[in-house]
């Protein structure tokens, strides 16, 4: 079975401060990773997603991940915060090895970056 | 929220009364979802469609139904037996074949209300 947590229910930093919004997932097989952001009352918007190949997968609008196998880790990052980072984001993840078109999405992570 | 369309962005119903959700997608993809999102849970899978005429039960179905007659169109019931239909809800598309790390296209959401 395919599983995602998010450790961190919220998330604070400040505007400036490197961000880090964690991801830690469970598959059977090999996964495929995804990053995805949520502004109020909006759908989800993709950000990024992890393969194969390098580890540091970079995304939109600045973010990165970094994908760790031994740790089964898929952490988002970002240098720099800016405020208009605040929103809500969601890990996700697929096993390759399954034949339908699911992804397992965890609860979301809710990052306030203060002025 | 490119190429997917939700309509309406918000719905009131009385209980008891069946209700439809649009979702319309020009982006030619394959498959489609519809997902429920309540504060704090994330995003839970209703059902999804690899392909017209034909669509698979997601995680928590019971109360909803699909249909999928045309590529491009997933319109999603939200019937009187749905204990709790009170929520946001997501539809989705991606390219989907069974294989692939497709990433997952959003509309704005529908924010039902029924009381």
């Known amino acids: 079975a395919q599983s995602v947590a998010q450790p961190e229910d919220q998330v604070n930093v400040a505007e400036g401060n490197p961000l880090t919004v964690k991801c830690t997932y469970s598959v059977s097989g090999n996964p495929y990773l995804f990053w995805y952001v949520q502004y109020p009352n909006r759908g989800l918007q993709f950000l990024l997603k992890y393969i194969t190949g390098d580890n540091l997968v970079k995304g939109s609008y600045g973010f990165e991940a970094e994908f760790n196998k031994s740790q089964t880790s898929f952490h988002l990052k970002k240098p720099s915060a800016l405020v208009s980072d605040s929103a809500l984001y969601f890990c996700?993840?697929?096993?390759?090895?399954?034949?339908?078109?699911?992804?397992?999405f965890g609860k979301g992570t809710r990052l306030h970056i203060l002025p | 929220d490119g190429g997917i369309t939700q309509s309406p962005k918000y719905l009131f119903r009385k209980e008891g009364q069946n209700v439809t959700l649009s979702c319309e997608q020009n982006?030619?993809?394959?498959?489609m979802y519809w997902y429920r999102q309540d504060p704090g849970q994330g995003l839970r899978l209703i059902y999804y469609?690899?392909?017209?005429?034909?669509?698979q039960k997601g995680d928590i179905a019971e109360g909803y139904s699909v249909s999928r007659e045309k590529k491009e169109s997933f319109p999603l019931t939200v019937t009187s037996a749905q204990k709790n239909p009170t929520a946001f809800y997501l539809c989705a598309s991606s390219r989907g074949s069974g294989t692939g790390a497709y990433e997952q296209y959003f509309g704005p959401g529908t924010r039902l209300t029924v009381t």
């Open positions: 469609s690899q392909i017209v005429n034909d669509f």
């Open positions: 982006l030619n993809h394959d498959a």
């Open positions: 996700a993840v697929r096993d390759r090895g399954n034949r339908d078109d699911k992804i397992i």
